[in-house]
Structures are given as C-alpha cells and as structure tokens.
C-alpha cells in the first residue's frame, strides 16, 4: 500500500458556505492546522494587508508539509494551490450562505453595518467575475490539475468531513 499524500488542502467558496467549519472539522480529524485566510488577508484591527505581505504569508504557510487553507480570496488561495494536494470548492446557493452568515453572526469585532456590507457582497457571488467569485473559483476549479472535490449541499459537505473522522492516514 502506498503511503497516504500529505494532506496540503484548499477550500474555496462564498462567504457563509461553510468554509471555515469543514477546514475545522477535517484539520481535527486529520492533526493538521488550519488556516483561515480572512485572518492573513485583514489586519487584526480591520485594515487590509498589504497584496504581496499576505501573498507571501500564503506561501510560507504552504512551503510546510501539512495544512488545510480555507478562504474566499481566489487570488491568494492560488498561492497554495502549486503545493495542495486536494481542492474543495463548495458551491452551495446563496439561499444557504445567507442562512450560514446570518447564523454566525457578528464575528471578529463586526458592527451591523459591516454584516450588512459582508450580506450584499456575498449576495453579488455569482454577478461578480473577480478571483473571489463563483466565475473565479469555477477557473480556479477546472484549471487545478490535482485531486478535488466540488460539494453543493451542506449533506455532501457533512458526508466529506465524516469520511475523513477518524481516519488519520485514509487516502
């Protein structure tokens, strides 16, 4: 038997998917660290990092051996994709990333103004054609010449992370 690939994976999709609860749940599972990339893109104080500063932090992140990445951000989830061993795109409607934004709530210092404007950025996913878009994730997507996995309903995502509780070393 051939010894499992490092586990170097991406998420990719919408805000309020359901990104940063799978990454959690599989880097449990699997002893990997997660890293979330609205954490390397703002500053702790809500500014936004400098482009090239948090592509470069996107690197020495995925110059380690083992990680799962998770993000919106197209443009740096790239960053990592030359070293990932999988990609993981959830492609849930925006009924459900809404429900998902809604359920989360104010998070890391957010104001309702700022729920508001993170609301109607996400509704424009699929209008949007940026790295951060469904247009962009579906090129990131079909152009990965790895492994992936393109999950649609919050079943499948749950169906992908219980397949992977418990199994350490499963392939």
């Known amino acids: 038997m051939a010894p499992p690939l490092p586990t170097r ?19 449990t599972a699997l002893s990997v660290p997660v890293h979330d990339l609205d954490l390397v893109h703002w500053h702790p104080d809500g500014v936004k990092r400098d482009e090239d500063e948090a592509r470069e932090r996107v690197a020495g992140i995925a110059a380690s051996d083992a990680w799962i990445i998770e993000g919106v951000y197209g443009w740096l989830s790239q960053v990592a994709l030359a070293r990932a061993t999988l990609l993981i795109w959830l492609d849930l409607p925006w009924e459900v990333c809404r429900e998902g934004l809604l ?21 424009g ?19 990965f010449a790895g492994a992936k996995v393109r999950l649609r309903t919050r079943d499948e995502a749950a169906a992908f992370a219980s397949r992977w509780s418990g199994a350490g070393d499963r392939p």
């Open 125 to 143: 996913y699929r209008a949007r054609t940026t790295s951060s878009s469904f247009t962009g994730h579906r090129r990131i997507h079909d152009a």
């Open 9 to 27: 994976w991406v998420v990719i999709g919408n805000s309020g998917s359901g990104k940063s609860t799978l990454a959690e749940c599989l880097g």
């Open 103 to 123: 359920a989360r709530g104010l998070r890391r210092g957010m104001t309702l103004d700022d729920q508001r404007d993170l609301l109607a950025w996400a509704d």
